[in-house]
């Protein structure tokens, strides 16, 4: 059966049956909407006939037509604020999307608002539509609290792959002049507003071109889930081919945000991905035997409307092989299997990752948009010009050094524009830089403007302060176009004028270097910092105890997806070892290598082994911070380590039972190196990583070189250890950097070079004096 045919048949059903409220009755006590009912969906009379089932219907049971139900909030859509009705701009829309293999049977609207006293006093009304159709209106009276929640049904046929909801006051042309009055006449659409859908899935048939259907859409705004599953004996070849596809689909994913479970010799119970040598078992399910590396696509045998994908191969470069071919898309219509031929894989260079703006040159923001964004805002009300991007977060300049910005804008000429009280914000990462006037500034600018000349300003050098630059960044420009008193109100829904930024305007990282102290763990949540450096993980060894759980291989892949997300570039030279070797290549890999490693506290034979020349250990139940020599505490107090905090770490980890979290070290195969370790009490305390990973109050508290999150108390950071100098630095620019650091003892050391200097002058001018004083011991 074709999808377009179940569509229509599963959108008729829904259009023929009324779709109810869990709790109508409470919810119609509460709140009176004007609603339309399903049953007044109109059907045309050639669709009114019943439609006969096609044949392998009757033979399918229902089971294998698996309905899911999920939820759509007007933040994961975009809108992390919410949206807000106010001054002019009393009607607004978001877009939303859905996966293209799903077809709605039930839809909800869980409407929270949030309206302003002065609008709430006059009774007016909300008006909703979806797809431009009719959903009904709300009252924005007054309420007991400061939210009003309301539930609204939605015809299930209206909800299609993508969809436009529009909020409209009804009262807008009254409030449309009440210029001054603007910000006490709002309605806020709340961020948690959201859409609970119940949906039928569909069988796309098992075909590779469509992946990476139905793993995951790119036409769903909700987080991904996927499974991996693995034979009883995962080998860490397997593991390292399933970093390299997680780390791509991190990168589909983008702002979404995905996760990975993992089976042991167990079978996905919907989609899933299973990697493993030929003839293997997994879950009862024989991997085809090859000799080449293989994909093929398989119907689950629990559900045929659920797909298997397996990647098979005998090797490590087989597995990898097939893994990079299956990134690569491209895949002819119908291809069920396909064998793999050998791949030439690029290998990145250093600060390559093409999601993060280049050092070498000057970036035109109109480079860093996106496809759908433009840098042209219409209108009097819009919404501010947002350009995002990433960079490397080791970037660094003298004090006193700044980035320089340039700007190119204009503003539309209109003679009911108050110039005086208009001008372009500038925000980055939510912190104001400047407002920028329509005219230039100054006295002599004034007066040439009133006698008639040009003065307005369109172009600006912004000096960034460079500790405003993160891993992930946000710069937003907004035309904030003020009216005259003396213009009529109909200009204020004015469509037709365009603020503009300039194509050639630029922000210039070209004089930064790449320079930073390691460990450092807010690089590493942030962007994979230092294993990203090369953003294919060519110089990162992935290390996993010797018999690693499902929730560390899971871990790791969360991880992998996070560094894809970051770079833009997948895992494609990445190395996974079970154990820490003592011998041979895996040996000498790893000191040539920075290892992210993934473990908890029962591991116990492994975690000492990693741990041995680091300032932390572990044993069976604890994990703790390794007390410091007397010499290490001198050191550290001549070097000015004064903020060191490994007392108060170890107080921490030894209060808390439950706990998950962080640490780095410098590696003891080779200090130029970084170990970062993920490490939970238990496995399901390691399993949380990834949520907490996805609020950005945890990213932001995660620093230094150990971090522990614990539910109650969310995360604590410490720095334990020392500090270590990584980067691009001529020798004698870091002569200078170390005076700078250590000025405690350079001022130490400067005590003593003069106390030498000084005592050894003050012999020499007391045996000068006796000389003079006493000629006739002269040559005595």
């Known amino acids: 059966m074709s999808i377009k045919l179940c569509q229509l048949l599963l959108a008729l059903t829904v259009m023929t049956s009324p779709v109810m409220a869990e709790d109508t009755t409470a919810m119609e006590s509460q709140i009176p909407l004007n609603l339309p009912t399903p049953d007044a969906v109109a059907v045309p009379d ?4 019943p439609i006969p089932a ?13 309905g899911n139900v999920s939820s759509i909030s007007v933040a994961q859509m975009g809108q992390p604020r919410g949206i807000m009705l106010s001054g002019g701009q009393l009607q607004a829309g978001i877009d939303f999307t859905l996966p293209a293999d799903q077809v709605i049977t039930n839809a909800q609207l869980f409407l929270n608002l949030k309206v302003s006293p002065a609008m709430a006093a006059r009774n007016t009304t909300l008006q909703l539509m979806m797809n431009g159709q009719p959903l009904g209106t709300v009252p924005l009276g007054s309420a007991d609290s400061d939210v009003s929640n309301y539930q609204l049904e939605i015809p299930a046929a209206m909800v299609v ?19 001054d009055l603007s910000d006490k006449y709002q309605v806020t659409i709340m961020p948690n507003t959201r859409l609970e859908l119940e949906g039928q899935q569909l069988n796309i048939g098992s075909d590779l071109s469509h992946f990476p259907r139905p793993f995951f859409d790119s036409m769903q705004m909700t987080p991904a889930s996927v499974e991996f599953a693995f034979p009883a004996k995962t080998r860490p070849e397997q593991v390292s081919a399933a970093a390299l596809v997680a780390s791509w689909l991190g990168i589909e994913a983008d702002y979404r945000g995905i996760s990975f479970n993992v089976l042991n010799d167990q079978l996905p119970e919907k989609n899933g991905i299973l990697i493993g040598k030929p003839g293997e078992q997994i879950g009862g399910l024989t991997l085809p035997e090859t000799q080449k590396p293989m994909l093929q696509i398989i119907d689950n045998p629990g559900n045929p409307v659920y797909k298997l994908l397996l990647v098979v191969g ?9 893994a990079w071919r299956l990134t690569q898309g491209k895949f002819n219509l119908q291809t069920a299997s396909t064998t793999v031929e050998n791949q030439t894989i690029p290998v990145s260079k250093a600060y390559d990752a093409p999601r993060w703006i280049s050092t070498e040159h000057p970036v035109r923001l109109s480079e860093l948009m996106r496809k759908d964004q433009s840098l042209t805002a219409t209108g009097i009300w819009h919404d501010s010009l947002s350009v995002a991007f990433r960079a490397a977060p080791d970037l660094f300049l003298w004090d006193g050094e700044t980035i320089p910005v340039k700007l190119g804008y204009r503003f539309p000429m209109e003679n009911w524009i108050d110039e005086e009280r208009s001008y372009l914000s500038l925000t980055l990462n939510g912190t104001f830089l400047h407002n920028l006037p329509v005219n230039k500034q100054g006295a002599l600018e004034t007066l040439w403007r009133k006698v008639g000349g040009d003065a307005r300003q369109e172009a600006y050098n912004l000096a960034l302060e460079p500790y405003l630059i993160y891993g992930d960044n946000q710069l937003s420009l907004y035309f904030n176009i003020q009216t005259k008193e003396s213009a009529p109100c109909s200009v204020l829904l004015n469509n037709n004028i365009k603020s503009r930024i300039s194509e050639d305007s630029s922000i210039d990282l070209s004089r930064t270097r790449h320079f930073s102290l390691l460990p450092n763990l807010s690089y590493f949540v942030g962007a994979s910092f230092p294993f990203s450096r090369f953003a294919d993980f060519a110089h990162t060894v992935l290390l996993l105890p010797e018999n690693p759980t499902e929730a560390e291989i899971s871990t790791l892949l969360n991880m992998a997806a996070r560094s894809g997300n970051a770079t833009g570039t997948s895992l494609n030279n990445n190395t996974v070892m079970f154990g820490v070797p003592t011998a041979g290549a895996n040996l000498q890999r790893l000191e040539q290598s920075h290892v992210l490693s993934v473990s908890t506290i029962n591991q116990s034979t492994f975690n000492r082994t990693l741990l041995a020349q680091s300032p932390f250990t572990s044993n069976e139940h604890s994990f703790s911070v390794r007390e410091r020599s007397v010499w290490q505490k001198i050191q550290h107090w001549v070097e000015g380590d004064w903020s060191s905090k490994g007392i108060a770490a170890d107080r921490y980890f030894s209060s808390n039972e439950a706990w998950r979290g962080f640490v780095s070290f410098p590696s003891q195969w080779n200090p130029e190196y970084f170990v970062v370790m993920a490490i939970g009490s238990t496995d399901e305390q390691l399993s949380r990583l990834q949520t907490d990973l996805s609020l950005a109050r945890i990213n932001a508290g995660i620093r230094g070189d150990a971090a ?5 108390n969310g995360v604590r950071s410490f720095r334990v250890g020392q500090q270590f100098p990584s980067g691009q630095m001529p020798w004698y620019m870091m002569v200078v950097w170390y005076a700078n650091q250590h000025s405690a003892l350079l001022a130490i050391l400067g005590l003593l070079f003069a106390s030498i200097i000084g005592l050894s002058l003050y012999a020499l001018l007391k045996k000068r004096a006796h000389i003079r004083l ?4 002269d040559g005595k």
């Not at 050639?46 to 006939?49: K, P």
């Not at 044949?55 to 698996?66: F, K, T, W």
């Not at 006051?169 to 009254?174: K, P, T, Y």
Request: net charge negative.
């Open 161 to 179: 792959s993508s969809n436009n909801i529009s909020f409209k006051i009804n009262d807008g042309d009254a409030l449309l002049c009440l210029r």
């Open 708 to 712: 522990i999150i614990t539910d109650e």
């Open 314 to 322: 005998n090797s490590d470069q087989q597995l990898r092989a097939a």
């Open 46 to 49: 050639s669709l009114s006939a």
């Open 54 to 66: 096609p044949a392998v219907a009757a033979s399918v049971p229902s089971v294998l037509i698996p």
């Open 774 to 777: 006493n000629p006739q011991d």
